[in-house]
């Protein structure tokens, strides 16, 4: 019954490990096809190769043959997500499970024996830094300038929230309140953009000016689509309320391309910065009627 048992979880955990490393291999050899870098495709087309002959290790127990249309649907999609985001982030984002699947594979080892043991420790070597050190190689210059683009869009969310939520105190007029955001905002973006600047003087392997058009672009991007609302809506709050959720939004994808990156956990992250935008929100809007009422200029613009 014990080997029974054992050759089961065997079984059960190459299948798992077999149709993961296999829609591994064709994401690569996808992502391979697509690179225009040459040493990037180079990296690529080694991580492709590597997981085919995990792949093949797995499956002489599993036995497994692979949803090929799913499989390429989900490499065309990755592929996708290159094009918006980059191959490192596709890269990372894929091996986020790498950790669980590790303890899977030792899980198993106890249950091989000779050579097949020596492969499966191979493998396990692999995951745990060949793949990694290969990653690490892509050197993409959105890695490199995407503390940047985080700073940049952050502050965009946060201060873009607090200038719309500022005027429902002070106006009824979508339009008015969509200027000032912008006004607000593009003088910010300017602000921002010559801070980035001179901190990455202070950087080594950085350009000062991407850094500063990354950040300035990101931020009047931002400030666009969150001011956006209040030109196509004729209620103040309801453009509001879109502005928030178009806010939400970018934060969603903010954070989560973010904790891929960083290797940090998306949800706590992605909390956190809706309640920064919430409270900015609630405080803002708080002291723009106070303000309003004080000064007898609520509802000034009609």
């Given at each position: 019954?014990?080997?029974?048992?054992?050759?089961?979880?065997?079984?059960?955990?190459?299948?798992?490990?077999?149709?993961?490393?296999?829609?591994?291999?064709?994401?690569?050899?996808?992502?391979?096809?697509?690179?225009?870098?040459?040493?990037?495709?180079?990296?690529?087309?080694?991580?492709?190769?590597q997981e085919l002959e995990h792949f093949r290790f797995w499956n002489r127990f599993a036995g497994v043959k692979p949803p090929e249309g799913r499989?390429?649907?989900?490499?065309?999609?990755?592929?996708?997500?290159?094009?918006?985001?980059?191959?490192?982030?596709?890269?990372?984002?894929?091996?986020?499970?790498?950790?669980?699947?590790?303890?899977?594979?030792?899980?198993?080892?106890?249950?091989?024996?000779?050579?097949?043991?020596?492969?499966?420790?191979?493998?396990?070597?692999?995951?745990?830094?060949?793949?990694?050190?290969?990653?690490?190689?892509?050197?993409?210059?959105?890695?490199?300038?995407?503390?940047?683009?985080?700073?940049?869009?952050?502050?965009?969310?946060?201060?873009?929230?607090?200038?719309?939520?500022?005027?429902?105190?002070?106006?009824?007029?979508?339009?008015?309140?969509?200027?000032?955001?912008?006004?607000?905002?593009?003088?910010?973006?300017?602000?921002?953009?010559?801070?980035?600047?001179?901190?990455?003087?202070?950087?080594?392997?950085?350009?000062?000016?991407?850094?500063?058009?990354?950040?300035?672009?990101?931020?009047?991007?931002?400030?666009?689509?969150?001011?956006?609302?209040?030109?196509?809506?004729?209620?103040?709050?309801?453009?509001?309320?879109?502005?928030?959720?178009?806010?939400?939004?970018?934060?969603?994808?903010?954070?989560?391309?973010?904790?891929?990156?960083?290797?940090?956990?998306?949800?706590?992250?992605?909390?956190?910065?809706?309640?920064?935008?919430?409270?900015?929100?609630?405080?803002?809007?708080?002291?723009?009627?106070?303000?309003?009422?004080?000064?007898?200029?609520?509802?000034?613009?009609?």
């Amino acid at each position: 019954m014990v080997e029974v048992a054992s050759s089961q979880k065997l079984v059960e955990v190459a299948r798992e490990a077999a149709l993961d490393e296999y829609r591994e291999y064709v994401t690569y050899s996808v992502l391979a096809r697509v690179e225009r870098s040459a040493s990037r495709r180079v990296v690529l087309e080694r991580l492709a190769a590597q997981e085919l002959e995990h792949f093949r290790f797995w499956n002489r127990f599993a036995g497994v043959k692979p949803p090929e249309g799913r499989t390429r649907l989900y490499a065309y999609f990755m592929a996708f997500l290159r094009l918006l985001l980059g191959v490192t982030f596709v890269a990372k984002l894929m091996e986020r499970g790498e950790r669980e699947a590790i303890a899977r594979y030792r899980s198993v080892e106890g249950l091989l024996s000779g050579g097949d043991r020596e492969a499966l420790r191979r493998i396990i070597a692999d995951e745990e830094e060949h793949e990694g050190a290969l990653i690490s190689q892509l050197d993409e210059a959105i890695v490199k300038y995407m503390g940047a683009l985080v700073l940049g869009l952050a502050d965009a969310i946060i201060e873009i929230t607090g200038a719309h939520a500022g005027t429902l105190g002070t106006t009824n007029s979508t339009v008015v309140a969509g200027v000032i955001g912008l006004i607000v905002g593009v003088g910010a973006a300017i602000s921002m953009a010559s801070a980035s600047y001179l901190q990455t003087k202070h950087e080594v392997g950085k350009s000062p000016a991407v850094a500063a058009v990354v950040t300035g672009v990101g931020y009047t991007a931002a400030v666009a689509l969150m001011s956006l609302p209040y030109f196509l809506l004729h209620d103040v709050y309801l453009a509001f309320a879109a502005s928030i959720a178009v806010g939400i939004a970018l934060s969603f994808v903010l954070t989560f391309q973010a904790a891929v990156y960083g290797e940090r956990d998306f949800k706590f992250e992605f909390v956190q910065t809706v309640g920064l935008l919430l409270g900015t929100a609630f405080l803002t809007y708080l002291l723009g009627e106070w303000l309003g009422r004080l000064f007898g200029i609520e509802r000034l613009f009609h």
